[in-house]
């Protein structure tokens, strides 16, 4: 395994709107539309280029005062990707462990105060969650399976006063590349053609 924390440096300097808020959510097996009918939202537009739906998020939180949030999902190979701008759809046990029925999914989340987790569940088993802020401190099924991968990318997993706080986020875009073999890249994001739709959250409605 050679990808590691640095290999996604460009994500902040290329998309610092989605940096500032955001939930990457890769589901095998789905296609984009699948994916939106796992989550009950109805195709609304299509957007070409992450970047351009950070907009029409914005305007759904508006509209929808949050009991709704805009998900743009696009194909990535045999997986589907979701991603939304300051959403969090991907971090609600409601709505993970369903959708990774019968197959993997890997979440990565974080919000405009640097509060982050990641997922890894398969066929509806939480095999790891952790904060990539925090990555000494993880729970799941298998919460010590990939230390030496989380290393590797990039986590430092030491628990003093000097471990390192850098490239925590890229990090994680490290670590899911490693779990679903999908490689993000900007130009993928920039040229990709997003299925959108608002889905309902669980408890809010």
Request: proline share 5%; with cysteine.
């Amino acid at each position: 395994m050679s990808t590691t924390a640095s290999d996604y440096t460009w994500f902040s300097d290329r998309f610092p709107g989605l940096l500032e808020a955001y939930c990457l959510t890769l589901v095998k097996g789905l296609t984009p539309t699948g994916l939106l009918d796992r989550l009950g939202a109805r195709e609304e537009c299509r957007v070409t280029g992450a970047e351009n739906l950070i907009e029409p998020a914005y305007e759904a939180w508006e509209e929808h005062q949050a009991d709704r949030l805009f998900v743009g999902a696009t194909a990535f190979g045999d997986w589907a990707l979701a991603v939304e701008p300051n959403g969090y759809l991907g971090t609600l046990d409601e709505v993970i462990v369903p959708l990774s029925k019968g197959t993997r999914l890997v979440s990565h989340f974080r919000n405009v105060n640097a509060v982050d987790h990641f997922f890894w569940l398969d066929d509806g088993d939480l095999r790891l969650h952790f904060e990539p802020l925090f990555p000494a401190g993880r729970d799941g099924s298998d919460p010590d399976g990939l230390v030496d991968v989380m290393r590797q990318v990039g986590f430092d997993l030491s628990e003093d006063d000097d471990a390192s706080y850098e490239l925590h986020t890229e990090a994680a875009f490290a670590l899911a590349e490693h779990l679903t073999g999908v490689r993000l890249t900007p130009e993928l994001l920039q040229s990709a053609t997003f299925v959108c739709g608002a889905a309902a959250v669980p408890g809010r409605y």
